[in-house]
Nanobody, 124 residues
């Protein structure tokens, strides 16, 4: 059983930075992507970033490109999302997720394992 636990969410002023963490427990017996999604109140869950399990490939939503960085420490079984130059529109609950297989997906329906989410609030 794969379990994901996010942490690091907080209230931060616009222009500030946060680093989210996603700790993975259990064993994943295939190649996979780690993804970050976010959901603002009243909106759908949107793709933010993804990393191939080796870290060799990463992909970002246009809205965060150049500001957010996804990284991973496989020894610690942890994936990070470094968020810089935060904007009020980045306010959301952030989720990490696992997609089994080699093809990338930016659709939440392509991910089978999810964490419980961590709240990020950016004040103006």
């Amino acid at each position: 059983q794969v379990q994901l636990v996010e942490s690091g969410g907080a209230l931060v002023q616009a222009g500030g930075s946060l680093r989210l963490s996603c700790a993975v427990s259990g064993h994943i017996f295939s190649s996979y992507w780690m993804g970050w999604f976010r959901q603002a109140p009243g909106k759908e869950r949107d793709f933010v970033a993804a990393s191939w399990w080796t870290g060799e490939r990463t992909y970002y939503a246009d809205s965060v490109k150049g500001r957010f960085t996804i990284s991973r420490d496989n020894a610690k079984k942890t994936v990070y999302l470094q968020m810089n130059s935060l904007k009020p529109e980045d306010t959301a609950v952030y989720y990490c997720a696992v997609r089994l297989g080699e093809s990338l997906s930016t659709d939440q329906r392509g991910y089978g394992y999810w964490g419980q989410g961590t709240q990020v609030t950016v004040s103006s």
